[in-house]
């Protein structure tokens, strides 16, 4: 159902100490949107990120997941959310992928995947099995399933991720550079299974350093600098001869190996 | 070498050994719920709480069991309020007193190891659960505490051993176990050197199994960690 | 009032005794600790030496002086350490008896019990040493001696200290069983002033405050050589639980 | 050997025997009578305070030459060290409670003869039926223990502690209903715990209890046990034990036969 | 003085165990020679690197460091280096840079360049801290000598590490993927060094994945394959038309972002 607002992010301000990172931010993706979001080291990318999720909360602003306001209390500076039940829930909605995966390391894949669905959502343990073993096959990594993190390589690894975060059925996705601690050779593996879930319409928000990614598979790209958005626009506007000077001269790194 | 009363010893020895394992298993059953407790009053970020957690660990961590035990078990009885309490019935049996005593003091102890295994665990993998909705009792059951025991535990072995040891200390309020009775043979008999070495016999052995037991259970919890194919070796 | 001076500084106050013998309690740890880490230093290096009869050899010491109550190693070396030096003056002309002094037998037996301890504290120091660091030594062709003193030794005192400190903790308690020797130390002084006076609350509650006094001061000593040895480490980002 | 000098062990803190005083010195009856005795054997005697439990093994191992901490002479001791004549002999009885029901049992106050192993005595099975089912409290491996098995072993639940001040605590406590032991120690563990405990039944004196408490020597050193009978025999002839029982004990504990 | 071999490897060979990760590998350095070693990821580059300053010890083959040869003892099956002596006199001619930086955590920068220099080589102190500081200008690190490499970011340990190895005035430098650890934004930093050194006529031996580098910088490059050198030649030869078809395969993984 295109055209349904899956995520509406308001003005969104974020401050460590008196270090402004986010200085409001607002972005809305429609259902089946591919986001880029690029920025310079300390940009406050990752930081707009886990303010989504609420792995850090934003000091100001509004979230919405899924036509869902998060109910925050501002109070004396500070501001947290209003529930943990609610908070619990919009996470389970968001599925989020790690720059270092983050797999539980005491667990196989299989278990990773299910964990989610069957103490989160509470669903039969066979039902998610099967879910998840069709995931795994879908990432290519279904012979792994009985091994445990540490077995794999960091693109199956991060392969595995990505299944476990959607095995939650989220509406939106988040990727927080999920190839930028990979091989250069296995990058490859994970942006090919990104680039399948853009095709089956997932929306998703990804912060990458992958120009190839931005600007062929994402429909639209937003550029952040120093907590702000600096412009967006989509990737043909962006990476054609219509950008603006910060993001041609922040491109103007990747283009060369120095 | 005597012998014949070697085994003499060593049999007069041996019926104290299910007294020291009565103490040994009962002290570190209690010790560690009591562990659990005070790690969660340590952690949980009530400011109160966490001090009267440390408060506890520091007393039961910084003095010799044997001045807690003597204190526990003779001290207690002094005060009026306690003898007369429905307490008493219990506190007034030595066995109690000494398991009590026991416990207390390797609570201390083992709520700092278990401290350590949560600290060990990637707050990373944390943030994952998190991230899909798991919070509170859930995140703790499912991801923190089975990581963070699987951590603990070579330093909760330490630990455990040093609890089997600990019950030598009993025969102070009466409990008559290993080390106690290895005492009271040499007040009659004299012969330090051969009584004493039976009982280290025994409570070698003793932590020996323990320590078998607790190496196949890191073995069994560490399958994660093991066998990584040589191919996918960084 | 009667009962503070019983643990007073006055003519019937056993406040001086029983500081003396809080220092005894430190010396006697302090010695212990000392031949601890020369065997400890020992034993670890046979158990990572990787030849077989060597490391069983590291295995027995350290199951034994761990597996053993601590009251039984100090009575097999208190009367077992004094026949032995016994025997050997007879056999050097001697005669008569020599004892081991407390001191030494106290401390000894103490030592030998923390050197199993400290063994497997080395032993683990060694081991948390990156590997690509001393491959980074041998690259620069450092020799095993040179790696041995610039890389490995300072690096393995640093990941020690922490342990090093359970094992300072656990000897100063070790030590109190001392008293069976007739060692004046804190634990012996506090049990003879109980007896003497029939005061035994308050000299064990003085005993017990003492040993928290040195548990506390020592507890300093060792963050501070924690906190000094972790300049060169990142600052742990404590994750929430 | 000539015995010039030697050392003598107690273990300072059994008051009124011996005990340590807060400047660290040694008091108390045996240190007093120790300085009498070694004088009189023209022996320079050194004394050091150690522990009870390893005494005797120490004495043996030659840490000391002489043991002086109430030591009582028995057959099983004889076995492992040699033993002056005695200097002291003490009776035995029983303590409770003042307030407790058991207080003035049978015989309080009456003093009976027993010789070792002896069981059936009339005045102490006159206890059995009001004993019956309590507790008893005894310090481990003594003659006293012995006793207390052999008489109520099979009526009354026993209960050993590691010193006699545990047991007396615990007497205070209410954890036991009885506790025998030496007479002596007794009447000074009272005074210390506000006397609130009292002597209950008959005071039993007599070669149950060994020939009295004696120096402790090694095997080996007859002729310093010699030199030791000799000066305790001219301190008990000249009264000079009695002098010093009266001033700790308040009571005579020379040996009677 | 150009034309003066450097390092010259005959026919190295290493197994693990059955496998054999080196099938007979040769390689000249001449002075100022910058070689670039391609490959796919198990190919066998470290092992060689590692084998050339015996980190690892070849089955079989010679290694002449600057005319010196490596003198080896092979018996029954196994081999080890005749004298450790040599060993270590050749391995302080030979700077090595890891992929892992492996800088000394309980030492200061300034501290981890000196060691080398003062303590292998038994140099004077006060002059190998003068020369330390310069090479830390050099590197761009001068204002962190006092830090410890902890505190410092991915980018400026690996200057750091390559101010290390410079100090012990190597007559070769071996890099392992001297870049890949880092940050893409940090990559720069340390190619612009390495590039630096490469003008300046330092011999080196380069593993790495930035084609950018082996394409601009590097005189020679050389592709390995399964233990083997597939291909070698100069970057223009190799990245113009005339390469063989495994090594345009190999580097077609980098042209795009999948
Ligand atoms: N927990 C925190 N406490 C204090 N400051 C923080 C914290 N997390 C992030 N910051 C600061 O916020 C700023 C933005 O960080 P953030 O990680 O969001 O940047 P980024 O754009 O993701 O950068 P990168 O590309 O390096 O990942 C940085 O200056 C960082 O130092
Ligand atoms: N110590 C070892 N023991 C056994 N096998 C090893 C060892 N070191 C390397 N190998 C194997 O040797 C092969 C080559 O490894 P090497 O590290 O040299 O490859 P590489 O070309 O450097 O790869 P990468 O690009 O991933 O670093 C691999 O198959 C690896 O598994
Ligand atoms: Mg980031
Ligand atoms: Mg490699």
Redesign the pocket.
């Known amino acids: 159902m295109p055209g349904v607002t899956r995520l509406s992010v308001r003005n969104i301000r974020k401050s460590?100490g008196t270090?402004e990172?986010l200085r409001g931010i607002s972005l809305d993706a429609q259902d089946g949107d591919v986001i880029s979001l690029l920025?310079a080291?300390?940009?406050?990318?990752?930081?707009f990120l886990r303010c989504i999720n609420l792995l850090e909360t934003a000091t100001d602003g509004e979230i919405w997941v899924d036509g869902e306001q998060i109910r925050m209390i501002h109070k004396g500076g500070t501001s947290r959310p209003a529930s943990q039940k609610q908070v619990d829930h919009i996470r389970s909605e968001l599925g989020m992928v790690f720059q270092s995966f983050n797999l539980w390391s005491h667990m196989t894949i299989l278990q990773n995947v299910i964990e989610g669905p069957v103490h989160v959502l509470k669903r039969p343990r066979a039902e998610c099995i099967a879910e998840a073993e069709a995931l795994l096959e879908k990432v290519g990594i279904a012979a792994k399933r009985h091994a445990y993190p540490a077995h794999l390589s960091g693109g199956q690894q991060q392969r595995a991720a990505i299944a476990r975060a959607l095995a939650m059925k989220p509406k939106v996705m988040l990727f927080d550079?999920p190839t930028s601690a990979l091989d250069p050779e296995l990058v490859g593996e994970v942006l090919r299974v990104m680039r399948a879930l853009a095709e089956e319409g997932m929306t998703m928000l990804v912060v990458t350093h992958e120009m190839s990614f931005a600007r062929n598979v994402s429909n639209r790209v937003v550029f952040m600098k120093e907590g702000l958005v600096e412009s967006t626009g989509s990737p043909d506007e962006m990476f054609g001869g219509g950008a603006s000077p910060a993001f041609r001269q922040f491109i103007g790194h990747f283009g060369n190996g120095q | 070498m005597d012998f014949a009363f070697l085994a003499q010893t060593m049999g007069t020895l041996l019926k104290a050994v299910p007294m020291t394992l009565a103490l040994f298993s009962l002290s570190v059953f209690f010790g560690g719920l009591l562990a659990l407790l005070i790690v969660w009053m340590r952690v949980g970020g009530n400011p109160v709480l966490s001090a009267i957690a440390k408060g506890y660990i520091f007393i039961f961590r910084g003095s010799p069991l044997l001045i807690q035990m003597f204190l526990v078990f003779y001290g207690l009885g002094q005060f009026g309020f306690i003898r007369y309490s429905f307490l008493w019935p219990f506190l007034r049996e030595p066995f109690v007193c000494a398991v009590l005593s026991l416990a207390l003091c390797t609570a201390g102890y083992s709520a700092e190891i278990f401290r350590g295994g949560i600290r060990a665990v990637s707050p990373r993998e944390i943030e994952a659960a998190r991230s899909i909705g798991m919070s509170g009792a859930l995140l703790v059951r499912r991801i923190l505490a089975p990581i963070a025991f699987r951590h603990a535990l070579p330093a909760y072995s330490t630990e455990i051993v040093l609890m089997m040891k600990s019950t030598a200390l009993a025969s102070l309020v009466t409990v008559w176990e290993v080390t106690g009775v290895a005492q009271r043979l040499i007040s009659q008999t004299y012969r330090t050197m051969e009584v004493f070495l039976c009982a280290a016999i025994i409570y070698l052995v003793l932590n020996f199994i323990i320590l078998q037991v607790m190496s196949l259970l890191e073995y069994s919890l560490s399958r994660h960690r093991r066998a990584i194919p040589p191919a996918l070796k960084a | 009032m009667a009962t503070l001076e019983l643990i007073g500084f006055g003519s019937n106050g056993w406040g001086a005794l029983l500081l003396l013998a809080a220092l005894m309690t430190l010396c006697v740890t302090a010695t212990a600790l000392a031949i601890g880490a020369v065997l400890g230093a020992i034993i670890s290096a046979a158990k990572l030496s990787g030849k077989t009869w060597l490391v069983a050899l590291g295995n027995v010491y350290t199951t034994v002086f761990r597996g053993v109550p601590e009251l039984l190693i100090i009575y097999l070396i208190y009367f077992g350490g004094s026949s032995a030096v016994t025997s050997i003056g007879k056999a050097m002309g001697y005669e008569g008896f020599l004892g081991m002094p407390s001191f030494l037998a106290g401390a000894l037996a103490v030592g030998i019990i923390s050197g199993a301890y400290q063994a497997e504290v080395f032993r683990g120091a060694y081991l948390a040493i990156s590997k690509g660091e001393l491959e980074a030594a041998s690259a620069i062709g450092m020799h095993r001696g040179l790696r041995f003193r610039r890389i490995i030794i300072p690096q393995v005192l640093r990941f020690a200290i922490p342990g090093l400190g359970n094992v300072w903790q656990l000897s100063l308690k070790d030590s109190a069983l001392i008293s069976v020797t007739g060692l004046a130390e804190l634990m012996r002084t506090s049990q003879v002033a109980a007896g003497s006076t029939r005061q035994y609350f308050l000299f064990f509650i003085v005993g017990g405050i003492l040993y928290l006094i040195l548990t506390s001061l020592s507890d300093r000593v060792f963050n501070g050589a924690e906190r000094r040895a972790n300049r060169s480490m990142p600052t742990a980002a404590m994750g929430k639980a | 050997k000539d015995w010039k000098s030697a050392t003598i062990t107690l273990e300072g803190a059994y008051a009124p025997w011996n005990m340590t005083n807060a400047d660290g010195t040694l008091g108390g009856f045996e240190p007093e009578l120790a300085k009498v005795l070694c004088e009189r054997a023209e022996i320079e005697c050194k004394l050091v305070a150690s522990d009870w439990d390893g005494m005797i093994p120490a004495l043996n191992a030659g840490k000391f030459d002489v043991i002086m901490d109430a030591l009582s002479i028995t057959e099983d001791r004889k076995k492992v060290i040699g033993f002056t004549i005695p200097y002291a002999a003490t009776p035995a009885a029983f303590a409770t409670a003042k307030d407790s029901p058991l207080a003035n049992a049978a015989g309080t106050g009456a003093t009976i003869k027993m010789t070792p192993g002896q069981t059936g005595v009339k005045e102490v099975d006159a206890l059995k039926e009001a004993f019956k089912g309590k507790t008893i409290g005894i310090q481990a491996a003594t003659v006293y223990a012995k006793f207390v098995y052999d008489n109520f072993g099979d009526i009354a639940e026993i209960r050993e502690y590691k010193t006699g001040a545990d047991r007396d605590l615990d007497l205070q406590n209410g954890r036991i209903d009885l506790g025998f032991d030496d007479a002596v120690y007794f009447a000074n563990a009272f005074q210390s715990a506000n006397d609130t405990l009292a002597f209950t039944g008959p005071e039993i004196v007599g070669s149950i209890w060994g020939e009295g408490e004696g120096l402790g020597v090694r095997q080996a050193d007859t002729d310093l046990r010699d030199k030791l009978n000799e000066a305790i025999k001219s301190a008990l002839a000249d009264g000079t034990v009695k002098t010093l029982s009266m001033k700790w004990f308040k009571v005579d504990v020379s040996p009677q036969n």
């Open positions: 460590f270090h990172v920025g080291s300390g940009s406050g990318k990752s930081t550079e």
